[in-house]
């Protein structure tokens, strides 16, 4: 993925030792020094990318609302306060609140592309015939996930692609954690009865042959 914002491999390179700071080090010195900032950069730009491709499913928007939530917080940073969260919950929080003005905009419902690599990690090292099962077993899941709310599926985004705790999340959406936990319950109970009408349906069809 090219770089973005003028922030690339190659100009923290210069830098290498900020590679080797946390993250609260980082925003104390880019308050003042953009290559800082430039670090923050690398260490989290393609997870934020992932998380606004799948919430708009197009690239090129993707590439320019990454770009937006970068130079935001840049803008911000000397605002930035640690709560105990990560400074990635402070950078999804940004994407939320840009993809949701997207989304908006555009009157669109969000969609989760079902070809995407980002999301379904075929390993190709093993038999064919076990990975052809394991494609096929991740699109049927992905097909049930299409099927939900959009909030629902910004949470399975969150929680399974980018590995948020349900604090952090609840940090992104503005929910408690408490709120955040009982969706995810809810939203498992409702991949389950898809699943099982699915199957049913599959089994009825079978039956009629």
Known sequence: MRGLIGWSAAR????????????LE??????????AFGALYERYVRRIYAYIYYRTGNAFDAEDLTERVFMR???HIARYSD???PFSAWLYRIAHNLVANWHRDNSRRPEIPLDDGVMVRHQWQEHPEQALLKAEEHQRLLNLIHGLPPDRQQLLIL???DHLSNAEIGQVIGKTEGAVKSLYHR????????QQEILSEGTHEGQQR
């Open 187 to 194: 939203t498992l109970l409702s991949l389950r009865c898809k």
């Open 26 to 35: 980082l925003i104390h010195r880019a308050r003042e020094d953009r290559d």
């Open 83 to 85: 709560r105990g969260l």
């Open 73 to 75: 917080a840049l803008r």
């Open 159 to 161: 929680k399974f692609v």
């Open 12 to 23: 923290v390179g210069s830098a290498v030792q900020l590679n080797e700071l946390d993250d």
